[in-house]
């Protein structure tokens, strides 16, 4: 038995001491501008994206973004969103009331799951011309531990849903 133990052992490091980084699989990298003016021949292409920091893969007829588990980042503040938060979860914990500032210029189907961990609400607006709807005109957190789902459904175009209150 300590004998078929540490032949396992010994199999295992020297598999592992093999891996060179030489021998890995890497994308072509494109920044957003390059990616969009590219048309690749047919379906099953992939790139990867150096502006926001993701894979995407072309379907024959666009870039598709490749999901991954998401991220959880804590703020604090006031925060506006940028390009690699898509995808992700932002948690607010302030004692005080905070504003999540959604910019111009984030790509269609950019989508984020926003909570209020602490006691101050979390109010969504837009800037540079973005349009942040909501059926009931609402876009502040409803309290603690309240969750909202951000979209981005056209250029400059979002949707809040979740856990809100008007004022």
Known sequence: MNKFFLLVLLC???LSAQIDDNALFKLEGATQTTMSGLTPSGEGNFIYN???KKVYVFD??????LLF????SEK?????L??????????FNSATNVTLTVPAGLAVGFNVSVYQIGTGRVTITG???V???NRLSRFITAGQNAGVGIMCTGTNVFYATGDLRRN
């Open 60 to 65: 024959g007829t666009s870039w598709r973004k």
């Open 12 to 14: 295992t490091v020297s």
């Open 82 to 91: 940028v390009a690699s938060d898509d995808g992700n979860v932002l948690t």
């Open 69 to 72: 588990a998401p991220q959880v």
């Open 131 to 133: 349009s942040v709807r």
């Open 50 to 52: 150096t502006t926001d």
């Open 76 to 80: 604090t503040g006031n925060y506006t």
């Open 127 to 129: 800037a540079g011309g």
